[in-house]
C-alpha cells in the first residue's frame, strides 16, 4: 500500500458532518484544526448549548437526514449512543451487540435492514449503524467522504472492527483501536474506541505524547520521551489541594468509594460528575464542581457556556475535544503539535472560534517505536 503522508495536506479545507454531535467536542477540535463543521443532534439541551457556542447545527434525528443534506462535507465523525450495548458479553448486552453485528454484515451486502431495525428490543441499538448507512449512501451517490472518524466506550470497538472490513472494500484504510485520554494530554482517566478511516491518506493510531497513568506510579516515572500525565489542580488551578470521591461505588461496592486528588488525573468524568464530592486536607466538604470545571476536564476551553439544564450529562457524553484533534489528524496520518493545541485549549473559545490560526499538524517518525518525535516530523 503506498504510503502518501507526505504529501501537502492542509486540514484546513476540509468540512466535517458531526452526527450525534452532541456539546460540541468533535466539532470544538475540527474547528481548531481550522475545519468548517456542521452537527446534527436532536438532544434539547445539547442543542442549546451548541448554538450557545456558535456551532451550526441542524436540530434533527440523524435517521431523518442523509449525506445530500451536506453535499459539501469531506468528513464524517461521530460517536452514536451506544448504551444498549455497553456491557457487551453479559445479558441484553451481548444480545444487542449480536444483533448489531449480524446487521453489518446484511448492510455489506446491500440488502435493507429497515424493518429488522424496527425489531430491535430498543430502538437505540439501530443507532451506532447510522454513520455506516452514511457512508454506504455517499458512496452509493458517486460523492464519497474523504475521511471517516467515529468514536465511542470501548466495549463497541467489536462494531468498528466489524465496519472495517466494509469501508475496506469502498476503498479506505482503516485503523480501529483503543485510546487512553491522559496519554493525549486529557486530565483524565477514560478509554475511548476509535474507528479511522482515509480513501487517500493511509490513517495511523494516534500517537500518545503523555505517559500512561497508573496507581500508585508517581507522576513523571513513565517513558522518558513522553510528558508526564496532566493533573486536575493543573487543569482547573483552584490553588490548593483538593479530594474528588466519586458519587458511586467502586466495583459495585457502595462504600469503596473512588477517590483521586489534584494530583492526579480525574477518573472518568460521567454524565453524575455534578454528584462528586469534593474534600480538602482535612476532610471539610469544598465546592463541587462547576459546568466549566468539568468541560474542563474534558479540554473544553473555561469559557464554554453550558446550558445549565442537563449540562452534566453533556459532558459526561462528549469527546474530549484535545483527544478529537488527535483522532483528526490520525485519519490523516498526521499528529498536532502539542504547544499549539495546550494554546487552543487555554484561550478563550469565542475568541479561538474566530481564529485564522488552526492548530499545525506533521508527520510523526513513526520508526521511534511509536514515539511522536517533532524534530524528525516532517512538517508540511
Not at 94 to 120: G, Q, T
Not at 225 to 246: D, I
Request: proline share 6%.
Amino acid at each position: 500500500m503506498e504510503d502518501n503522508r507526505s504529501a501537502p495536506c492542509d486540514l484546513s479545507t476540509h468540512s466535517v458532518v458531526d452526527l450525534f454531535a452532541g456539546p460540541g467536542g468533535i466539532d470544538v477540535a475540527a474547528t481548531w484544526l481550522g475545519m468548517s463543521t456542521h452537527g446534527v443532534e436532536w438532544d434539547d439541551d445539547a442543542h442549546a448549548t451548541r448554538i450557545e457556542a456558535g456551532l451550526d447545527t441542524d436540530h434533527r434525528d440523524v435517521r431523518e437526514l442523509g449525506p445530500k443534506k451536506f453535499p459539501n462535507a469531506t468528513i464524517l465523525a461521530g460517536g452514536p449512543p451506544c448504551q444498549t450495548f455497553t456491557v457487551a458479553g453479559s445479558g441484553s448486552g451481548r444480545d444487542a451487540l449480536d444483533d448489531v453485528l449480524k446487521l453489518i454484515d446484511r448492510m455489506a451486502r446491500a440488502e435493507d435492514v429497515s424493518s429488522s431495525l424496527k425489531r430491535l428490543d430498543d430502538e437505540r441499538t439501530g443507532l451506532v449503524l447510522e454513520p455506516l448507512r452514511w457512508v454506504l449512501e455517499a458512496h452509493g451517490a458517486g460523492r464519497p467522504y474523504e475521511a471517516v472518524v467515529l468514536e465511542q466506550v470501548q466495549t463497541v470497538l467489536p462494531v468498528w472492527e466489524a465496519m472495517k472490513p466494509v469501508l475496506e472494500s469502498l476503498g479506505y484504510k482503516v485503523v480501529c483501536t483503543v485510546l487512553r485520554t491522559e496519554e493525549f494530554g486529557v486530565p483524565q482517566t477514560r478509554r475511548r474506541a476509535v474507528l479511522l478511516a482515509n480513501r487517500t491518506v493511509t490513517p495511523i493510531h494516534p500517537v500518545p505524547t503523555h505517559q500512561s497513568y497508573r496507581a500508585g506510579m508517581a507522576r513523571g516515572t513513565g517513558e522518558s520521551h513522553l510528558l508526564p500525565w496532566e493533573t486536575m489542580g493543573s487543569a482547573l488551578e483552584r490553588g490548593k489541594w483538593f479530594e474528588v470521591v466519586s458519587n458511586y461505588g467502586s466495583g459495585g461496592i457502595p462504600s469503596a468509594r473512588g477517590r483521586r486528588t489534584s494530583e492526579q488525573p480525574s477518573a472518568t468524568v460521567t454524565g453524575k460528575i455534578s454528584r462528586n464530592r469534593i474534600v480538602d486536607h482535612m476532610g471539610v466538604e469544598q465546592e463541587r464542581f462547576s459546568p466549566a470545571e468539568a468541560g474542563r476536564l474534558q479540554t473544553f476551553p473555561l469559557d464554554y457556556k453550558w446550558v445549565a439544564q442537563g449540562w452534566a450529562q453533556q459532558v459526561g457524553n462528549a469527546m474530549p475535544p484535545r483527544l478529537a484533534v488527535h483522532a483528526l489528524a490520525a485519519a490523516f496520518g498526521r499528529v498536532p503539535v502539542t504547544e499549539q493545541l495546550d494554546s487552543k485549549i487555554e484561550e478563550s473559545w469565542m475568541r479561538s472560534r474566530v481564529s485564522d490560526t488552526p492548530v499545525a499538524t506533521v508527520v510523526p517518525d513513526l520508526r521511534m517505536e511509536g514515539a511522536l518525535d517533532l524534530g524528525a516530523a516532517v512538517a508540511v
